[in-house]
């Protein structure tokens, strides 16, 4: 059985870091890609960042240069951290395994910037 945990986010004024975990149980993220996607209300969801197997990564323009996604295989987690937060960035975040279907995806974790 496969099974994510979330945890991070919270509330934070603009300007501010949040630092986001995702671990796994029952695969591992070895081998595959692992994506971090958001969820504004009202908006689609839309991919933040993405490592590849071969290590390189991908940051939607409106994150780069703010955001950093990392990867523990030992330890079987995924990290994103986040600075400089804006407003826009209000979104439930997630986690997972892109192209393996939803149970492959954390439960998500609200992250709020308001002043």
């Known amino acids: 059985q496969v099974r994510f945990v979330q945890s991070g986010g919270g509330l934070v004024q603009p300007g501010g870091s949040l630092n986001l975990s995702c671990s796994a149980s029952?695969?591992?993220?070895?081998?595959?890609?692992l994506a971090w996607h958001r969820q504004a209300t009202g908006k689609q969801r839309e991919l933040v960042a993405q490592?590849?197997?071969?290590?390189?990564?991908y940051y939607a323009e409106s994150v780069k240069d703010r955001f950093t996604l990392s990867k523990d295989s030992s330890k079987n987690s995924a990290y994103l951290e986040m600075k400089s937060l804006q407003v826009e960035d209000t979104a439930v975040y997630y986690c997972?395994?892109?192209?393996?279907?939803?149970?492959?995806w954390g439960q998500g974790t609200q992250v709020t910037v308001s002043s």
């Open positions: 997972g395994l892109p192209g393996l279907g939803d149970d492959y």
């Open positions: 029952g695969v591992s993220f070895s081998g595959y890609n």
């Open positions: 490592i590849y197997r071969d290590g390189k990564i």
